[in-house]
Structure formats: C-alpha cells, structure tokens
C-alpha cells in the first residue's frame, strides 16, 4: 500500500507542480509569465499577470507537497482548488478531454481527494515528521473546501463576456 501511495502522490504531485511551472516559465513547454497571463485572460479572468502568478505558485506548492507527502490534507486542498479553476474553464466543453472538456481536471480533483482521506502512507515527509494521522474531519473539511474555494476563486475573478456590438458596457478594471 505505501509503495501505490508514494507512486499515487509522485504522479499527480508532478502533474499538478509541472502544469505551474507551465504557466509562469518557459520550462516544461511553457509560454512563460506572458503567455500564462494571457491564457488566464482569454479564458475569463481579472487580475493577468497576479492570476497567474498566484495560479501558478499554487499549483507548484500543491504539487510538490503532495509529492513529498508534507501537510498533505493541506496540500490535497489546494491542489483541489487550482484543479477545480481549470475544470470550470473547460465545464462548456463537456467531460472528455479529446474535446478540451474537464475529465483530466476532475480526474486530479478526485485523486487529491482520496489523498487527504487515505493520507501520504509511510514513505512521506508527513510520516517522517510524526504528523501522518490527521482526524477524518480535517480530511472532510478539506474535500468541500478544496473545490469551494476554487469556485469562490472562479467567480470573483470572472470576468464579464464583451458585450454584443451596439450594447453599451460599463468598464472594469483587470
């Protein structure tokens, strides 16, 4: 069992730190801090440079404390959040990722949530530091508040469709 969770946690953790590094550099096939900016803007966000900057901070910091099994309900929600971010972007496409859709983001959603119930297992900073037996309603807590946060995240960083031609639009500030 320890051996699946260290591997569970080097997969998704990797995954999720290696798609921040995307968003804020030119590593990993990345477009750098302007292309991640101007993907977060194309896809309805305020905020440019700070969105991706945080977006991307977030899911390195999720991604490599899931890998190290540290604080790992912790990073479990964080890594929930960011990933609920995404899937909502791609909601509009449907499930399946052939047509774009939030399968992959749903899939990380999932696995980081059954990490926080599971915990990291033995082979983990958790383990090491003592720490590796959370309570179940820390686990629980950080299941709803994972996804919610990456909801509130998406609403109030949303912003408004352009308005049609010949519709006035009251002007906002990104």
Do not use: C
Not at 14 to 31: D, P
Not at 66 to 81: D, N, V
Not at 123 to 147: E, F, R, T, Y
């Amino acid at each position: 069992m320890n051996a699946g969770l260290l591997l569970l946690r080097l997969a998704v953790g990797l995954l999720i730190a290696g798609h921040g590094v995307q968003k804020v550099s030119f590593h990993l096939g990345g477009n750098g801090l302007a292309g991640g900016t101007e993907e977060f803007r194309h896809d309805g966000f305020r905020g440019g440079r700070l969105t991706a900057l945080v977006a991307g901070a977030s899911q390195i910091g999720a991604g490599l404390f899931l890998t190290a099994g540290l604080l790992t309900p912790l990073a479990a929600m964080a890594a929930m959040g960011v990933m609920t971010v995404a899937g909502t972007v791609k909601l509009s496409k449907g499930l399946w990722v052939q047509n774009d859709g939030y399968e992959y983001p749903l899939v990380l959603v999932v696995v980081s949530a059954a990490l926080a119930l599971t915990g990291p297992g033995r082979w983990s900073a958790d383990h090491a530091l003592g720490i590796s037996s959370w309570p179940l309603w820390i686990s629980l807590a950080v299941i709803v508040a994972g996804p919610v946060s990456g909801l509130l995240t998406r609403v109030v960083l949303h912003r408004p469709a352009p308005a049609l031609e010949g519709t006035p639009r009251a002007r906002t500030a990104d």
